[in-house]
């Protein structure tokens, strides 16, 4: 079965860290563009970190540049978010992507729903 399975999210204090896990099965991910999005409530979906999987280069929202770091682990075919100072402004659904489609979207980290998967989404919450 093609899909990505994100985990890792929960409740975090204000300064506090997670780590965001995104599983693929079904498709090789290193053959693909990644990035991870949010979505708060009331808010529209924005990109927090994209990288271009032809040579590597990231992207990161204003937001979340310095605290923030996506990467990849080929041999367990997983992505990661790992994001540290975490802000009550943090607080969203976070959604892994990887995609062939919209090339040029993803370096910018632009949401697109014509990427080729998405992760069903896990929730983090920034709160004391």
């Known amino acids: 079965q093609v899909q990505l399975v994100e985990s890792g999210g929960g409740l975090v204090q204000p300064g506090g860290s997670l780590r965001l896990s995104c599983a693929a099965s079904?498709?090789?991910?290193?053959?693909?563009?990644i990035g991870w999005f949010r979505q708060a409530p009331g808010k529209e979906r924005e990109g927090v970190s994209c990288m271009d999987s032809t040579d590597g280069k990231t992207y990161y929202g204003d937001s979340v540049k310095g605290r923030f770091t996506i990467s990849t682990d080929n041999a367990k075919n997983t992505m990661y978010l790992q994001m540290n100072s975490l802000k009550p402004e943090d607080t969203a659904v976070y959604y892994c992507?990887?995609?062939?489609?919209?090339?040029?979207?993803?370096?910018?980290?632009?949401?697109?729903?014509?990427?080729?998967?998405w992760g069903q989404g896990t929730q983090v919450t920034v709160s004391s």
């Open positions: 992507v990887a995609t062939k489609r919209q090339f040029l979207l993803i370096r910018l980290c632009v949401p697109s729903n014509g990427y080729d998967y």
């Open positions: 079904g498709f090789t991910l290193d053959d693909y563009a």
